[in-house]
């Protein structure tokens, strides 16, 4: 008895994605959360290109499991890491690439900065409570 057709044909369900599943590394869909820079051939990728990557857990933060990303960049041969930093819910890149400094900051372009139950206006110095 195989248990399932899976079983029969001898293949994981997960097909080409899990050749390297014994060593840890899962073959996923990643998506860049933000622009970068290759480090290879020093052009732009911008947020939200798609890339097949290999996805291994490294390590936790707390109970929550830090993931690392490899993937090569589409214009050279260069490969870019990249791993979840639960601390900041944010990625970083391990190697292969820099971050393209983007980062929005309320005050700055005179946004309402909110901190707690007080509203800040950027361009007025007191405060305004609800």
């Known amino acids: 008895m195989h248990g399932s057709l899976n079983g029969y044909h001898k293949t994981h369900a997960l097909r080409e994605r899990a050749r390297k599943l014994s060593q840890g590394i899962l ?7 933000y622009n970068i820079w290759c ?3 020093k052009n732009h990728i911008g947020m939200g290109v798609r890339y097949n990557a290999e ?10 499991p830090i993931y690392r990303f490899k993937m090569k960049c589409h214009l050279c041969v260069n490969y870019i890491e990249m791993q ?4 900041t819910c944010d990625y970083v890149i391990v190697t292969g690439g820099s971050r393209k400094e983007e980062r929005w900051d309320m005050a700055e372009n005179e946004q309402i900065v909110t901190t707690g139950s007080r509203f800040l206006l950027a361009e007025t110095p007191t405060d305004l409570e609800l």
């Open 84 to 87: 979840t930093d639960p601390a």
């Open 27 to 33: 073959i996923i869909r990643f998506e860049m959360p």
């Open 39 to 41: 480090d290879g051939c």
């Open 55 to 64: 996805k291994k857990k490294v390590g936790n933060y707390y109970t929550t």
